[in-house]
T-cell receptor, first 112, second 112 residues
C-alpha cells in the first residue's frame, strides 16, 4: 500500500511554460513534505520542502503547494528550463523523523 | 567537495555471494542512511545510523547488515545475495533530523 503516490510516471512541457508535478498521500499524520530532483546516474538532490502548518512555500522558480484536506501537494516550476529535465520525487515524513516515505517519481521532460 | 561517495558504482554477484558497499561522507554529518530504489517504486530505507557506533532498521532491513565504526563511513553488507536484491543502492547523510538528505551517486547491483 503506497502511502505517497505520484500518479504520472512522466510529463512533457514546453520550455518557458509552467510545469506542475503532483503528489498524493494517504497518511494524515504526515506533517513534512519534501521534493527531490534526480538526474540519471546521480543521487537525488533536495529541491524544496513544506511543513503542514503552511500551504505554500516558494524558492525562486519553484513553489510547492499543500492542500491538507485533499492530501495533495504539487510542485510548480515557472518558467521551465531544459535543465529541469529530471525525475522528481516527493517524500513525506511524520515529526521530521528518520523514515521518509517516497513516491515513485515523475520524469519531467522539457521540450525546446 | 566530495560530499557522499559510494563504492563501487557497479557490481554483479552470483546468488549466495557476499559483498560490502562502502559509503563515505566528508561533511561531518551525524546521520547516515542506506536506501534501495527499484523500478516503479520510491526509495525504501534499509538501515540508518544516528551516530558513530549506532545502527537501526528501516523499512526493508532483511538480508542486509550495516556498521558505522567511524562517523564518516557507513557500510552495507549482503551476506548471501539473492536475485531480489538486484537494485540501485543509495547512501545518504544529513546533519540532523528533519534536515534534507545528501545522496551519493548510487551503486547498481545485479544478482544473477
Amino acid at each position: 500500500d503506497q502511502q505517497v503516490k505520484q500518479n504520472s510516471p512522466s510529463l512533457s512541457v514546453q520550455e518557458g511554460r509552467i510545469s506542475i508535478l503532483n503528489c498524493d498521500y494517504t497518511n494524515s499524520m504526515f506533517d513534512y513534505f519534501l521534493w527531490y530532483k534526480k538526474y540519471p546516474a546521480e543521487g537525488p538532490t533536495f529541491l524544496i520542502s513544506i511543513s503542514s502548518i503552511k500551504d505554500k512555500n516558494e524558492d525562486g522558480r519553484f513553489t510547492v503547494f499543500l492542500n491538507k484536506s485533499a492530501k495533495h501537494l504539487s510542485l510548480h516550476i515557472v518558467p521551465s528550463q531544459p535543465g529541469d529535465s529530471a525525475v522528481y520525487f516527493c517524500a513525506a515524513t511524520i515529526d521530521s523523523n528518520y523514515q521518509l516515505i517516497w513516491g515513485a517519481g515523475t520524469k519531467l521532460i522539457i521540450k525546446p | 567537495n566530495a560530499g557522499v561517495t559510494q563504492t563501487p558504482k557497479f557490481r554483479v554477484l552470483k546468488t549466495g555471494q557476499s559483498m560490502t558497499l562502502l559509503c563515505a561522507q566528508d561533511m561531518n554529518h551525524e546521520y547516515m542512511y542506506w536506501y534501495r530504489q527499484d523500478p516503479g517504486m520510491g526509495l525504501r530505507l534499509i538501515h540508518y545510523s544516528v551516530g558513530e557506533g549506532t545502527t537501526a532498521k528501516g523499512e526493508v532491513p532483511d538480508g542486509y547488515n550495516v556498521s558505522r565504526l567511524k562517523k564518516q563511513n557507513f557500510l552495507l553488507g549482503l551476506e548471501s545475495a539473492a536475485p531480489s536484491q538486484t537494485s540501485v543502492y543509495f547512501c545518504a547523510s544529513s546533519p540532523g533530523v528533519g534536515s534534507p538528505l545528501h545522496f551519493g551517486n548510487g551503486t547498481r547491483l545485479t544478482v544473477t
